[in-house]
């Protein structure tokens, strides 16, 4: 009876103790690929004993890796940068909500859905050379449709999602019809065939192969940052237009996560989304990689940012636009945006 109720104490204490080791543990699916992000998961470890084990990739095929893994995944949290690619894992049924109250006291409403929230954003801009684009011409989004832009717009694909989300963006404020109409007027004007990121169309405005262009604003950011000559003289050949300032508001895109439904670490998951909402994890994402924070409490030194300014964002909610990223590439498609 001794031998047994010692094998009993000792499994007892086994399983304790992997529950406790367990209890220290994150598993964290991104796809957000930021050497500045290091040193905020690093704090986030510092500051709770939690061990991020983290799994890197492209957001498809680490979407499709949790999906193929099904309820033994060993995903805790997912996350990624546009709301249209969290759309999409939202739609494959991924997340679940965190229910935090945390959460929705520090994420503004309207950066949140009931499965996923933003931890930062990014404004789609406009940038023109003066040496050829008057800057009444390029003042909202709509004008990039504009004829007297022919030949002068350089962009990436349509089937990127930075562009799909403007595309959401603009359907939930026109409709389909008006946005299909707006984005055969953006082909109409192409300086060439779409190609390349959002820096390439930066540095082909500053060359004049075209006169004006669309970007994130983080990549605006770092070239603004940025010491080396060929930057520098870039950036001194382009002018950063906020668009639509007096109708809807600048396009914000986000960076977000959610919660994975069948996490094994769910206490650990919700700490961690409640981490990226501190005004300490805010800051890094506005220092170190030139996004906003949503917390409005948090300190930012970013002098590119500074420069930048303020501006009206267009706080349509991110559950209201984000559904139609869908339509907008086959809107996209139709127009011949590729």
């Given at each position: 009876m001794k031998n047994a109720f010692l094998h009993t104490v000792a499994a007892a204490l086994l399983a304790a103790g992997a529950a406790g080791a367990q209890a220290?543990?994150?598993?964290?699916?991104?796809?957000?690929?930021?050497?500045?992000?290091?040193?905020?998961?690093?704090?986030?470890?510092?500051?709770?004993?939690?061990?991020?084990?983290?799994?890197?990739?492209?957001?498809?095929?680490?979407?499709?890796?949790?999906?193929n893994e099904g309820a033994s995944s060993p995903a805790d949290v997912f996350i990624t940068v546009d709301a249209s690619r969290l759309e999409v894992a939202d739609k494959a049924g991924v997340f679940a909500p965190a229910q935090s109250k945390l959460l929705e006291q520090r994420v503004p409403a309207h950066l949140r859905t009931a499965n996923w929230l933003?931890?930062?954003?990014?404004?789609?801009?406009?940038?023109?050379?003066?040496?050829?684009?008057?800057?009444?011409?390029?003042?909202?989004?709509?004008?990039?449709?504009?004829?007297?832009?022919?030949?002068q717009l350089c962009v990436r694909s349509g089937s990127h999602p930075y562009n799909l989300s403007l595309g959401a963006a603009l359907i939930t404020q026109h409709g389909e019809a008006k946005t299909e109409e707006w984005a055969k007027g953006v082909v109409a004007n192409f300086a060439r065939a779409p190609k390349g990121g959002d820096t390439d169309q930066l540095r082909a405005v500053a060359a004049g192969e075209c006169g004006v262009a669309?970007?994130?604003?983080?990549y605006v950011a770092r070239l603004m940052r940025s010491t080396k000559p060929e930057d520098v003289k870039d950036m001194a050949a382009l002018t950063v237009v906020w668009p639509n300032q007096k109708t809807w508001g600048t396009h914000v895109n986000v960076s977000g996560g959610g919660l994975i439904k069948t996490a094994p670490n769910k206490a650990n998951a919700v700490r961690f989304l409640e981490y990226l909402a501190s005004d300490s994890a805010q800051t890094y994402f506005a220092d170190g990689n030139n996004e906003w924070p949503v917390v409005k409490?948090?300190?930012v030194k970013n002098p590119a940012l500074d420069k930048l300014g303020?501006?009206?964002?267009?706080?349509?909610?991110?559950?209201?636009?984000?559904?139609?990223?869908?339509?907008?590439?086959?809107?996209f498609d139709r127009a011949g945006w590729r």
């Open positions: 220290q543990v994150l598993n964290l699916y991104t796809a957000r690929h930021y050497q500045t992000d290091e040193a905020l998961y690093a704090n986030f470890t510092k500051e709770t004993g939690i061990k991020i084990n983290r799994i890197e990739g492209k957001e498809d095929e680490l979407l499709e890796r949790i999906k933003a931890f930062s954003t990014r404004a789609r801009v406009i940038v023109y050379n003066a040496k050829t684009i008057k800057p009444e011409w390029v003042q909202t989004y709509e004008d990039l449709a504009n004829p007297r832009l022919k030949g669309v970007s994130n604003s983080y409490t948090a300190s303020s501006f009206k964002a267009d706080e349509t909610p991110l559950s209201k636009w984000a559904p139609n990223t869908a339509a907008a590439q086959k809107v």
